[in-house]
T-cell receptor
Framework: AQRVTQPEKLLSVFKGAPVELKCNYS??????LFWYVQYSRQRLQLLLR??SRESIKGFTADLNKGETSFHLKKPFAQEEDSAMYYC????????????FGKGTKLSVKP | KAGVTQTPRYLIKTRGQQVTLSCSPI?????VSWYQQTPGQGLQFLFE???????NKGNFPGRFSGRQFSNSRSEMNVSTLELGDSALYLC????????????FGQGTRLTVV
């Protein structure tokens, strides 16, 4: 069965420190993986998707099929990065049916 | 452009009642998906509608149903409410083709007492 695991509920770092939010998935097919972010009092929104191989707000994520991971990284955290981050697995050719991890709350301290 | 709109924002219902939630997608979007968010289970996929047809369905009992209208607006219905149905219900819309971004609404907070 498809599953997404985010092992850390809370991650606390200081401003300027590197950040890595972990995500592991279980899926027998070819995965489509995404990171969504929810800032305080805002809607859930797409941060990045593996197929685009892009960097958004300094964040990158590489799909490692061997380790079935899609960790989110940023070399220097900023206070405005504090938010809830969700890793999600899509299948069926669209983002219409996503399986979400339980999320990691990132807190960046000044 | 206007974002995904969900109404109402808050609801309080009694056990055994039924409830209907509404979602208006972004103009031009043909796919609407519904998710349930609870502290214990996180975000769970309920179902997806595309061009008035249910395209995908999550693992929820038949008490949860939905539909989509010709203008892509969608409604979700929960019958015979249980205390455990208390949750934030999120709607997301997308163009519906491969790998298009899903845009989320602010959700409807349902409390069952």
């Amino acid at each position: 069965a498809q599953r997404v695991t985010q092992p850390e509920k809370l991650l606390s770092v200081f401003k300027g420190a590197p950040v890595e939010l972990k995500c592991n998935y279980s899926y027998s097919g070819s995965p489509e993986l995404f990171w969504y972010v929810q800032y305080s009092r805002q809607r859930l929104q797409l941060l990045l998707r593996h197929i685009s191989r892009e960097s958004i707000k300094g964040f990158t994520a590489d799909l490692n099929k061997g380790e079935t991971s899609f960790h989110l990284k940023k070399p220097f955290a900023q206070e405005e990065d504090s938010a809830m981050y969700y890793c999600a697995l899509g299948y069926g050719g669209s983002q219409g049916n996503l399986i979400f991890g339980k999320g990691t709350k990132l807190s960046v301290k000044p | 452009k206007a974002g995904v709109t969900q109404t109402p924002r808050y609801l309080i219902k009694t056990r055994g009642q039924q409830v209907t939630l509404s979602c208006s997608p972004i103009s031009g979007h043909r796919s609407v998906s519904w998710y349930q968010q609870t502290p214990g289970q996180g975000l769970q996929f309920l179902f997806e509608y595309f061009s008035e047809t249910q395209r995908n369905k999550g693992n929820f009992p038949g008490r949860f149903s939905g539909r989509q209208f010709s203008n892509s607006r969608s409604e979700m219905n929960v019958s015979t409410l249980e205390l455990g149905d208390s949750a934030l219900y999120l709607c997301a819309s997308s163009v519906g083709s491969y790998n298009t971004e899903a845009f989320f609404g602010q959700g409807t907070r349902l409390t069952v007492v």
